[in-house]
């Protein structure tokens, strides 16, 4: 008889990044990952972090090696034991290889001992936090990392004495080392964490006040470093009580009780996302947190809904989390579309319908109508993309895309829906095809052909009319929907039209969207004729000449605000509407405006134009009157949140000396006009703003403005800008030479708001010639970067750019580059989209 020959199952390829092939063959040999960390954090940040990494797993068949993930020098490998024995070292493109004869079937075993990869460790002096989203936990320690190989972590963290630390599951227990007179070491030990996917392990540590409470039956804690004795007194109660509403809408929404261990939360100075849902241990960005007596509704209602996004994501993402990252967008969507609803009910006088349109329509727009749009569901071969994912199509258009699902299935079906999907994926991974199964068993509709224009492809539809009828007095509006690429596309959607006749009769009907061509009944021959007044529909609207200047006559300020949306849009496209008439349509507007969210977003469009879509020429000889509107129209309002806005406004487009000189009176005194409060944040963005116009010339403001900021973090941030603002050229260019350096670029919201500042419209004759490095810095940007950088580095550098000079750098990098990675040359795209169009409106 011969022998039986044992088969060899094929070695997978061991290459860089996370692929899916890798993915997925891990997951369907690997099960029951635990990770015991330890890490011993020095107080000196350039000191090395010790760790010993012990990961347990159980291993259906070990005929092959196995990866784990490490992007990190293999110097930082020190020691490694698989089941107890010493193997040696085997790293080899972002792996540590285990071999599969130390392996075996059943539970295995592996003690790594290391010094930490430190790229998205975040050590600063005194602090430091972990940020691992999309496939960043591998650039700190040995990890199977990808979202469905979900895993228990018990941490214990070793810091200085003085330092608090927070992570994913509860303080077990802590203990204190003393060494004579060396300061000594505290060891914070926490309990095993719930099962989570690697980007949600999380622990942050440093000098950090502490403040818990319980709230609402729910005990919380929350770490910061504000100093501002105003900010925390106003700004803690809030804190707290959005987090207890959020869980407690949560909880009654899903049906699930609040799924994890415990709830606590941390505000990073600069953080880099707004926020980052990690299992109990959110993340915040700090400035968006604390606010004072300045702060605006939209401030108010924007740290509502970023609370209410990542309390969210608790069951959106966390206890229920995407298979692989091509369905990033499905967490994302849902944080968005429950934060809109939780706002609603927690802040008083808020209009969802209204912050719906002014927070969704434009950003996703701004993306949608560009060469580089992309669709909500993209496609995702490495993890090492997968930031270039993230971006306003999954953030705005999907929410756009969640409201019409749900109109299209009615709220109850819908949310019956969402509590099947949460109940049957509990804890576990799942894909958008397993939610669209459960959501199409619950409506008549076929989801399946409304899912392949919705979420498989970019664009938007542009819609025109015409009017028929007339005799026996029967009239027909018929709107026509064709895709902007010219295709044949069908975006199935509802949307309201308001017609009004000339003697100002009304009458408003609904458009069920559902072929090429829809004709509605109306009573009258309108004589105007407004669009998607409601705010619920999506694409190119018609607008007419005569809404320049009657919109504000409009009675809901929802209509109002998907109208000046609609004008803007047509602007853009070149037809119609000229800029400079829209901007002076918009001057008139500025007193007549009421809703404070609406004036928002006229002022911002207004200063767009101002500075993207008008020559020098035309902002010269408009300007003046621009200045003297806004002042006008901040004296006569009486809301002072409006004139808060419009003297931020007047701030932003200020170009005569005499406005610039009203300007620096008010920094200099800090005394701002009646009614309007400013902080140590506005008079800081005051003098970054007259520092870029380099006035005064004869005093520089900024050395001022620092020695009167007394929180370290914001002088910090400061100190970092002032280079990038410098009057001289030669200071500029050291700065801007300074960020080819990936130190340079460690806190990317310093990094994008000096980009803001060096490629300001008023300095972009020195600053033209960064442009062609900046975009040979891009593909390094997105390797070291987190998520948002690469696209945020673009916008901050292409941004206010209107010179055919400049399109042609960015024209001649594509050119240049026919192979270029596909999803940062749809970023490039995006970035660019209003150069473009700015090169061919500006007259």
Same mark, same amino acid.
């Given at each position: 008889m011969p022998p039986i020959i044992k088969e060899v199952a094929p070695e997978l390829a061991v290459e860089k990044g996370v692929s899916e092939a890798l993915a997925a063959a891990r997951k369907q040999l690997i099960s029951g990952v635990a990770y015991d960390l330890r890490l011993n954090i020095p107080a000196q940040k350039t000191a090395p972090i010790a760790v010993t990494d012990l990961v347990s797993f159980t291993l259906k068949d070990n005929?092959?090696?196995v990866q784990l993930d490490f992007k990190a020098?293999?110097?930082h490998l020190h020691k490694l034991l698989v089941n107890g024995q010493p193997v040696a070292l085997d790293h080899r493109n972002e792996h540590l290889v285990l071999p599969a004869a130390a392996l075996k079937t059943g539970r295995n075993v592996v003690e790594i001992e290391l010094t930490a990869g430190e790229q998205s460790l975040n050590r600063n002096d005194d602090y430091l936090y972990t940020l691992l989203v999309p496939d960043r936990a591998r650039t700190v320690f040995p990890v199977f990392d990808q979202p469905d190989l979900k895993a228990t972590f018990t941490l214990a963290l070793t810091v200085?004495?003085?330092?608090?630390?927070?992570?994913?599951?509860?303080?077990?227990?802590?203990?204190?080392?003393?060494?004579?007179?060396?300061p000594g070491m505290k060891t914070y030990r926490f309990a095993t964490s719930d099962s989570i996917s690697t980007y949600l392990f999380s622990f942050a540590a440093g000098k950090f006040s502490r403040v818990s409470r319980t709230t609402n039956g729910r005990p919380m804690t929350f770490l910061h470093r504000e100093?501002?004795?105003?900010?925390?007194?106003?700004?803690?109660?809030?804190?707290?009580?959005l987090h207890a509403d959020a869980l407690a809408f949560m909880e009654q929404y899903t049906g699930i009780k609040y799924p994890f261990q415990?709830? +606590?939360? @941390? &505000?990073?100075?600069?953080?880099?996302y707004g926020g980052m849902e990690h299992v109990g241990a959110i993340d915040y960005k700090a400035a968006t947190l604390f606010l004072d007596e300045g702060a605006t509704q939209d401030q108010v209602l924007a740290r509502s809904n970023l609370v209410s996004h990542e309390t969210a994501h608790m069951w959106f993402g966390d206890l229920v989390t995407m298979q692989w990252f091509n369905d990033v967008w499905m967490k994302e969507v849902f944080a968005n579309f429950m934060a809109d609803k939780i706002t609603q009910v927690s802040v008083k006088n808020s209009s969802y319908d209204l912050k719906f349109v002014i927070d969704h329509y434009p950003a996703a727009y701004g993306? +949608?109508? @560009? &060469?580089?749009a992309n669709p909500i569901r993209q496609p995702l071969a490495n993890l090492q993309d997968a930031g270039s994912l993230y971006g306003n199509i999954i953030y705005h258009k999907a929410p756009i895309m969640m409201r019409q699902l749900e109109r299209l299935m009615g709220p109850e079906a819908f949310q019956a829906g969402l509590q099947e999907y949460l109940k049957t994926y509990a804890h576990g991974n799942a894909t958008w095809p397993d939610l669209i199964t459960i959501l199409d068993a619950r409506t008549p509709a076929d989801l399946q052909a409304w899912n392949q224009v919705w979420v498989n492809q970019p664009g938007r539809p542009v819609f025109s009319y015409r009017i028929s009828g007339g005799h026996d007095q029967r009239y027909?509006?018929?709107?026509?929907?064709?895709?902007?690429?010219?295709?044949?596309?069908?975006?199935?959607q509802e949307f309201d039209v308001l017609v009004e006749s000339a003697s100002g009769e009304k009458q408003q009907v609904t458009v069920k969207m559902d072929s090429q061509e829809k004709g509605v009944r109306i009573s009258f021959l309108p004589k105007r004729v407004v669009f998607n007044v409601t705010g619920i529909g999506y694409g190119v609207f018609p607008t007419a000449p005569e809404l320049l200047t009657s919109t504000t006559k409009l009675n809901d300020p929802v209509a109002r605000a998907a109208t000046y949306v609609n004008l803007y849009e047509n602007m853009l496209n070149g037809q119609q509407i000229a800029p400079l008439a829209l901007l002076n349509a918009y001057r008139q507007a500025l007193n007549l405006e009421p809703e404070e969210l609406n004036l928002k977003l006229l002022t911002g469009q207004a200063s767009a134009i101002f500075w993207q879509f008008l020559s020098p020429a035309q902002r010269l000889a408009v300007g003046p009157a621009l200045e003297q509107d806004l002042w006008a129209a901040m004296q006569k309002n009486a809301a002072p949140n409006s004139k808060k806005l419009l003297f931020k406004t007047y701030q932003a487009v200020a170009l005569t000396k005499a406005a610039q000189s009203r300007l620096y009176q008010i920094w200099q005194t800090e005394k701002a006009l009646a009614g309007v409060k400013l902080t140590e944040d506005d008079y800081t963005a005051l003098a970054l703003a007259l520092a870029v116009r380099d006035y005064p010339a004869s005093a520089p403001i900024l050395p001022a403005q620092l020695a009167r900021i007394k929180n370290p973090d914001r002088r910090q941030r400061l100190q970092y800008l002032m280079p990038a603002l410098a009057p001289d050229v030669a200071t500029r260019d050291t700065f801007f030479a300074s960020l080819h350096d990936k130190a340079g670029r460690a806190k990317e919201a310093w990094v994008t708001a000096a980009l803001g500042y060096l490629h300001h419209p008023l300095r972009q004759a020195t600053s033209e010639k960064y442009l062609p490095a900046s975009l040979d810095l891009l593909q390094e940007i997105q390797l070291?970067?987190?998520?948002?950088?690469?696209?945020?580095?673009?916008?901050?550098?292409l941004g206010s750019y209107q010179s055919p000079t400049a399109a042609a750098t960015v024209r001649g990098f594509l050119t240049a580059h026919p192979n270029y990675n596909p999803q940062l040359r749809a970023k490039l795209l995006q970035a660019s989209d209003d150069l473009f169009r700015a090169e061919k409106l500006v007259r």
């Open positions: 005929r092959s090696p020098s293999a110097d200085p004495l003085e330092w608090q630390a927070v992570a994913n599951a509860p303080v077990r227990d802590s203990s204190i080392t003393l060494n004579g007179r060396v100093t501002d004795p105003a900010k925390l007194r106003l700004s803690l109660d809030p804190i707290f009580q415990k709830f +606590d939360f @941390t &505000a990073i100075p600069d953080f880099q993306i +949608d109508r @560009t &060469a580089g027909g509006i018929y709107v026509t929907q064709t895709a902007e690429d010219g295709s044949d596309r069908l975006w199935p070291t970067g987190d998520i948002f950088f690469p696209y945020s580095w673009l916008q901050a550098t």
